[in-house]
Structures are given as C-alpha cells and as structure tokens.
C-alpha cells in the first residue's frame, strides 16, 4: 500500500469541537427572553404613551416611542433567530447562521429612527414654548419606565452572554438606552415641576444624545461581526494551541463568527514526510487542544502544510 505524504497533497479536514453547547436550549433561552421584553416593554410603553398624551411632555413622549419601538426589535430578534435554524443546503452551506446577525441591523435601524423622531419633536417643543401639564403623572410613567427597562435589559444581557449571542446583547444595550432615556425624562419633568419649562424639551435631547450613542456602539459591534472581525486574542490563543501539540511546526489561524457558531482555520505546517492519514490524525489532536483552549469555538477546519526542507 502506498501512503501520500504532504509532498503530494495538503489535506484539509473539518473537525466538530467538543463545545457542549445545547443549541436546541440556547434558542429556547433566547425566544423566552425576547417573548418576556416584548410583553414588559409593550406594556410600560403604552403606559407612557398615554401619559405623554395626557401630560404633553416630549420627553415622555420620545421615551416611550423607544420602548414601543423595542417590541418591533424584539420581533426581528426572534425571527433572526428563527431563520438561524434552517439547516445546510447546496445554496447556504453554512445554513442560516448569519440571520442572527442580520437581525443586529434592524435594531440598530430602529434606534437611529428613534433617534430623529425624539429629536425632531424635542426641538419643536423647544421652538414653539410648548406646555407640559398634570407633571405628577408622567414623572409616575418615567419612573415605570426606568425600574421595567433595567431589568428587561438586565434579563437579556444575562441570557445573551449566556448563550454567546450578539444580536440578543445588542438588544439588551438597546433597552439599557432606554432606562436611561425614561432617567432623562424623569428629570426634565422634575425641572418643569420646580417652574423650568424648558426642562421638558432639553430633556428630550438628552434622550436623543443617549439615542445615538448607543446606536452607534451597536452599529459599530453588528458591522464588525458581520464583517467578520474577532477578538485578536482568539486567534493568537488557536495559534498557540496548534502550536502545543507535538508535530506541528507553525501555524498560522483564522476565524469569524456565523450567529453564534465561532469557526476556526488553522494551517499547520509539519513535517513534509508526514503521511496523510498521520497529518489528519495530527488535526484530531489540535482539535482537542482548540476544544480546552478556546472553548467557545465551534467548528475547526484544519489544513496540514509540508513544512519548507
């Protein structure tokens, strides 16, 4: 029987990694999260957008366009994370895993739109010296707003970190703005309250800064998962493990992150001598290495190279 050595060929293989993730259950996380912060959300807005009515305060009013905005979010949260689900096929080879990552785009599309509407009727309030009345009631609904968004966005951190989501995190910085916004209004009425009638507007674009700052951390971390950036720490950690096992000279790693399936290249070079089926078994081993190492990985594609004589 005669063995190829990498002189012939450089074989590449793809290794599933031990990441004892329940994927199945890391969905159902994420939709019981996005299902919870939709209902509390949808509530407290309502709530505010009535008093906003009642009360006339633009801060009240931006503040809880927001939370109302948060439930559309949360939809195209849950059906990122439904289309994620959809196997392989010839055309999507990696499946739908991206849609995860897609679903970031539309929040951050809501929250720039939030944005321009708070600030639009933030400055035309300012503008035209309007009037904010029954003060006591919407300093009520802010309160509400602040004590439901704090822990809707507590819920959701906690979940997406959990489950190594970046959309459900991104979702959760969004309703994290949001308690901000709903502290903002809250003091632009206590200044009305105490006979400041601008308090109300300037309160308004306070919310709008807070709006677009947080848009653009989340636009910031949705662009560079979609444009495939990582953490340099996690290739120089696969490098190193590749590196540690006995037999592979170098190696050089690359990864990016599809949804929440973190996938891994390495090529390693080794001895030109090397048999195919030792180069694979060599790939085996680097697996396990990647798998205690860089536990969030979920996939390695290893490519053994003859090392220069």
Known sequence: MVHKTLGQRDPAAAFPLAHGRDDAGERRQANRAVAVSA??????????????????????????????SD????????????????????????????????????????????????????????????????????????????????????????????????TLIADARHSWLDALSSAGALLGLIAVAIGQPWGDPLAGLVVTAFICHVGYQVTKDVVHRLADGVDPEVTTTAEAAAGSVPGVIHAHARARWTGRTLRVEIEGWVDPELTAKDADALGRQVAGQISRQLPEAGSLTWTARAAPA
């Open 71 to 166: 439930v559309s979010t949360s939809a195209v949260v849950f059906l990122g994370f439904r289309l994620s689900r959809r196997p392989p096929t010839e055309k999507y080879p990696y499946g739908l895993e991206r849609a995860e990552d897609l679903a970031g785009i539309g929040i951050a599309a809501v929250i720039w739109a939030s944005a321009a509407f708070a600030g639009y009727e933030s400055v035309r309030k300012l503008i035209e010296h309007g009037h904010t009345s029954h003060v006591a009631a919407g300093i009520i609904g802010a309160v509400l707003g602040i004590i439901c968004n704090q822990v809707v966005a507590r819920y959701k951190l906690i979940v997406g970190r959990r489950i190594n989501s970046a």
């Open 39 to 68: 209902i509390g959300l949808g509530a407290t807005g309502l709530v505010e957008l009535l008093l906003a009515v009642f009360t006339g305060s633009v801060g009240l009013l931006g503040d809880a366009i927001h939370n109302l």
